[in-house]
């Protein structure tokens, strides 16, 4: 499965940002799909993610700011971001993984998704 996103950029506090992921190879649509992001000089952190049921989770420091939707028809998996905040900065990964709900018992999940895109860039400045 490749996966490329596309949408990162730089704005004012406050902005948003739509990001994109499409994916494309032996893709059916039923798997799980995430974004994790990893911040200057952090560790990448999970994002929110897609069950292929259409269940979805966001990390707390996102919820209500961020949404995430599903295009099964275009392959494609979009992250709307509204409230920018300087600390959502860094590269954002779309990553997925085979099975069709997330492995939620690993922890951190996002260790063992074996896809990943080549991310893309968010910078939010004060």
């Known amino acids: 499965v490749l996966l490329v996103e596309s949408g990162g950029d730089s704005v004012q506090a406050g902005g948003s940002l739509r990001l994109s992921c499409v994916a494309s190879?032996?893709?059916?649509?039923?798997?799980?799909m995430a974004w994790v992001r990893q911040p200057p000089g952090g560790k990448r952190e999970g994002v929110a993610e897609i069950n292929s049921d259409g269940t979805i989770r966001y990390a707390s420091n996102v919820q209500a700011r961020f949404t995430l939707v599903k295009d099964n028809a275009k392959n494609t998996l979009y992250l709307q971001m509204d409230s920018l905040k300087p600390e959502d900065s860094g590269v954002y990964y779309c990553?997925?993984?085979?099975?069709?709900?997330?492995?939620?018992?690993?922890?951190?999940?996002?260790?063992?998704?074996?896809?990943w895109g080549q991310g893309t860039q968010v910078t939010v400045s004060s």
């Open positions: 190879g032996n893709t059916d649509g039923t798997y799980c």
């Open positions: 990553a997925a993984h085979s099975r069709a709900r997330c492995p939620y018992e690993y922890s951190p999940m996002i260790d063992v998704l074996p896809w």
